[in-house]
């Protein structure tokens, strides 16, 4: 079982910045891809970004390429999710998500049904 608590979600303006973390209690952490998903009220869960296990590559949802970095701390079973330029339209409640050694060889790992794995959700909020 993999336990996952998000932290640094936060109201901002727009064009701020912010930089949100997702701890898990897992030792293998390593071998897990981990994905950072948002879901704002009344629309579908989305896919915002993925961090293979192994190479750390990476995926971006296009609207947030450029302005959005994911990245791990295998040392301290971290995954953080840096946030900049943000646009009110980034509004949502962010979730962070753990898949045992999903290969994102030649895929997106953008797809929430390959992750096991769930946190809470931290929110934010960006005012205009």
């Known amino acids: 079982q993999v336990q996952l608590v998000e932290s640094g979600g936060g109201l901002v303006q727009t064009g701020d910045s912010l930089r949100l973390s997702c701890a898990a209690s897992?030792?293998?952490?390593?071998?897990?891809?981990m994905g950072w998903f948002r879901q704002a009220p009344g629309k579908e869960r989305e896919f915002v970004a993925a961090?293979?296990?192994?190479?750390?590559?990476?995926r971006y949802k296009d609207s947030v390429k450029g302005r959005f970095t994911i990245s791990r701390d295998n040392a301290k079973n971290t995954v953080y999710l840096q946030m900049n330029v943000l646009k009110p339209e980034d509004t949502a409640n962010y979730y962070c998500?753990?898949?045992?050694?999903?290969?994102?060889?030649?895929?997106?790992?953008?797809?929430?049904?390959?992750?096991?794995?769930w946190g809470q959700g931290t929110q934010v909020t960006v005012s205009s």
């Open positions: 897992v030792s293998t952490f390593y071998y897990y891809t």
């Open positions: 961090i293979s296990w192994g190479s750390g590559s990476t």
């Open positions: 998500a753990a898949a045992g050694g999903l290969d994102c060889s030649g895929y997106e790992c953008d797809d929430g049904r390959d992750y096991a794995y």
